[in-house]
């Protein structure tokens, strides 16, 4: 998990239900479910965060304004720690790579960083495949996107056009809206989520592999140096 100070556990549950207005036994519901993960003290007391607490003011939003039902919170929520969990990886990761390079380690062995597109984002698939692929009608696909909940690509003469991360979207709102129950403003919030979260894990594994490639191409040159170049002379000394 990330370390800055909105992670770290100091509300015992009497002030943490004070603070979002709701019952302690509502928390502990909450917890649960899986919907918050309060961290313990050494005694075995929960102790929340300030994210913590955002989570439970997000909960409250869902449930209360936007009327979504539990099973809709329970998905949103986890895309939530989801998106907590790749931040933690990812300042992890940085750590580590800074640690590679303070001590002058070999880096590991990099993926290719070409720059090449994902192949399941690839737009591939005119609306009519696409719906067909899903189990829709056309014009539901066309209604989802005007809500932004999937975003399809265009060809050159401004067809749509579906990549399979499209359909992956397609049918994870399918499940929502008919096996879960969950209203639309629910999975507005869902697939808000899940866009942003496969923003953020693409974005943070391309800065990774960009700093990967920066101490490879740092350490390369420090290994090429000609001996005793850069080291001064006697002068210098």
Same mark, same amino acid.
């Given at each position: 998990?990330?370390?800055?100070?909105?992670?770290?556990?100091?509300?015992?549950?009497?002030?943490?239900?004070?603070?979002?207005?709701?019952?302690?036994?509502?928390?502990?519901?909450?917890?649960?479910?899986?919907?918050?993960?309060?961290?313990?003290?050494?005694?075995?007391?929960?102790?929340?965060?300030?994210?913590?607490?955002?989570?439970?003011?997000?909960?409250?939003?869902?449930?209360?304004?936007?009327?979504?039902?539990?099973?809709?919170?329970?998905?949103?929520?986890?895309?939530?720690?989801?998106?907590?969990?790749?931040?933690?990886?990812?300042?992890?990761?940085?750590?580590?790579?800074? /640690?590679?390079?303070?001590?002058?380690?070999?880096? *590991?062995? =990099? &993926?290719?960083? $070409? @720059?090449?597109?994902?192949?399941? +984002? !690839?737009?591939?698939?005119?609306?009519?495949?696409?719906?067909?692929?899903?189990?829709?009608?056309?014009?539901?696909?066309?209604?989802?996107?005007?809500?932004?909940?999937?975003?399809?690509?265009?060809?050159?003469?401004?067809?749509?056009?579906?990549?399979?991360?499209?359909?992956?979207?397609?049918?994870?709102?399918?499940?929502?809206?008919?096996?879960?129950?969950?209203?639309?403003?629910?999975?507005?919030?869902?697939?808000?989520?899940?866009?942003?979260?496969?923003?953020?894990?693409?974005?943070?594994?391309?800065?990774?592999?960009?700093?990967?490639? /920066?101490?490879?191409?740092?350490?390369?040159?420090? *290994?090429? =140096? &000609?001996?005793? $170049? @850069?080291?001064?002379?006697?002068? +210098? !000394?």
């Amino acid at each position: 998990m990330p370390s800055d100070s909105r992670h770290r556990p100091v509300y015992v549950i009497s002030v943490a239900a004070e603070l979002v207005d709701m019952h302690p036994q509502t928390l502990r519901l909450y917890e649960r479910k899986g919907l918050i993960r309060p961290g313990r003290s050494s005694g075995k007391t929960r102790l929340y965060s300030e994210r913590d607490i955002e989570h439970l003011r997000e909960i409250r939003r869902l449930t209360q304004e936007l009327g979504v039902n539990l099973a809709g919170v329970e998905e949103v929520m986890r895309l939530q720690h989801e998106l907590d969990d790749i931040q933690g990886e990812f300042e992890a990761e940085i750590e580590r790579i800074e /640690d590679e390079l303070r001590a002058q380690a070999q880096p *590991r062995e =990099l &993926p290719g960083a $070409d @720059g090449k597109v994902d192949a399941r +984002d !690839r737009p591939v698939y005119v609306i009519s495949i696409a719906a067909e692929l899903v189990d829709m009608h056309p014009q539901t696909l066309r209604l989802y996107e005007r809500k932004q909940l999937i975003r399809p690509g265009r060809s050159s003469g401004k067809t749509r056009l579906y990549s399979e991360r499209d359909i992956e979207h397609l049918r994870e709102i399918r499940r929502l809206t008919q096996e879960l129950g969950v209203n639309l403003a629910g999975v507005e919030e869902i697939m808000r989520l899940r866009h942003q979260l496969d923003s953020t894990r693409a974005g943070l594994e391309s800065n990774v592999r960009r700093i990967q490639d /920066d101490i490879t191409e740092r350490m390369t040159k420090w *290994r090429t =140096l &000609p001996e005793g $170049d @850069g080291a001064g002379t006697d002068d +210098d !000394r």
